[in-house]
Nanobody, 115 residues
Framework: QVQLQESGGGMVQAGGSLRLSCAASGRSFSKDAMAWYRQAPGQKRVMVANISWSGLTTYYLYTVKGRFTISRDNAKNMLYLQMNSLEPEDTAVYYC????????WGQGTQVTVSS
């Protein structure tokens, strides 16, 4: 059974940092792009960042560029999101996704940033 499991969410004050992790199991994602999405209450799910299978190409939502860093460790089948200078607007449930057309999703981890 293929699973993606996020961890590292929590509550932090504005300006703080969190590091999200996504542990993959059941298959290797080493040849797939992977991504982090987020969904705030009452809003659509949006892609925050993605990373190519090699890790050489990344994309960031413009509102997080310069503050968030996506990375991966293919040997460990892990995906990460380092989030710095967090803002209340970053409050959301964060999901990792991977596989062809992002067919696989985790259950999400809550990030809450207080002002």
């Amino acid at each position: 059974q293929v699973q993606l499991q996020e961890s590292g969410g929590g509550m932090v004050q504005a300006g703080g940092s969190l590091r999200l992790s996504c542990a993959a199991s059941g298959r290797s994602f080493s040849k797939d792009a992977m991504a982090w999405y987020r969904q705030a209450p009452g809003q659509k799910r949006v892609m925050v960042a993605n990373i190519s299978w090699s890790g050489l190409t990344t994309y960031y939502l413009y509102t997080v560029k310069g503050r968030f860093t996506i990375s991966r460790d293919n040997a460990k089948n892990m995906l990460y999101l380092q989030m710095n200078s967090l803002e209340p607007e970053d409050t959301a449930v964060y999901y990792c996704a991977g596989g062809d057309d992002y067919a696989y999703w985790g259950q999400g981890t809550q990030v809450t940033v207080s002002s």
